[in-house]
């Protein structure tokens, strides 16, 4: 990644806040996107076969939007399916930094799980986080962020459970990790933090 890159996906300083009018509500539900930055999204995933035509027009989009998380999502979306994992898990790292400066300090684990829209977007992103470390192999950090996850959403609104008991079957050699074989899906039965043990 060059350094222009690396500037561009900074983007949002959480130390500086979001600007007085910006909407981050609104914006985790696609409003709000300067019409020009919209296109550049979608002329960058009309560009999908050049990949990488589109990847100077999504750092460019978010070079020109850096506090919309439309802008993050367009390049997390890129990298995971151009099997760019690691530098997919530096878009999760920013976003989770953008949504949880947008997250208010009276949250409700209960509540906020399910109606708060930054919030929702915040936990999406730490189990979005987790299973790039699951994939990469970096157990430890999957752990963190699914014990994280486990006191947010403790009724397991996002379906971050399953993830832990993925991991669980890995760490007890129960399964061998397979970076090629996705989770099972969560329709196949109910799951829940019921059924995890919680980290020591």
Request: hydrophobic share 40%; glycine share 8%.
């Amino acid at each position: 990644m060059s350094t222009q890159e690396g500037a561009a996906l900074a983007g949002f300083d959480p130390a500086s806040g979001f600007d007085a009018d910006f909407d981050f509500d609104l914006a985790v539900l696609g409003g709000g996107l300067p019409p020009d930055v919209q296109n550049l999204i979608e002329e960058g995933g009309r560009l999908w076969q050049q990949p990488e035509q589109a990847h100077a027009l999504l750092i460019k989009a978010r070079e020109l939007a850096p506090e919309h998380p439309a802008t993050l999502i367009a390049l997390y979306r890129f990298y995971f399916y151009s099997h760019r994992l690691a530098e997919c898990r530096e878009i999760a790292k920013i976003a989770l930094a953008t949504s949880r400066y947008a997250v208010q300090s009276n949250y409700d684990p209960v509540a906020d799980a399910r109606d708060n829209v930054p919030a929702r977007f915040y936990l999406f992103c730490l189990k979005g986080f987790a299973y790039l470390n699951l994939r990469l192999g970096e157990f430890d950090a999957a752990r963190v962020a699914l014990d994280e996850l486990r006191l947010l959403d403790p009724k397991d609104v996002v379906g971050g459970s399953l993830l832990a008991i993925v991991l669980n079957r890995y760490e007890s050699g129960e399964d061998e990790y397979d970076d090629d074989v996705a989770p099972p899906s969560p329709s196949r039965k109910p799951y829940g933090w019921a059924q995890v043990e919680p980290t020591p």
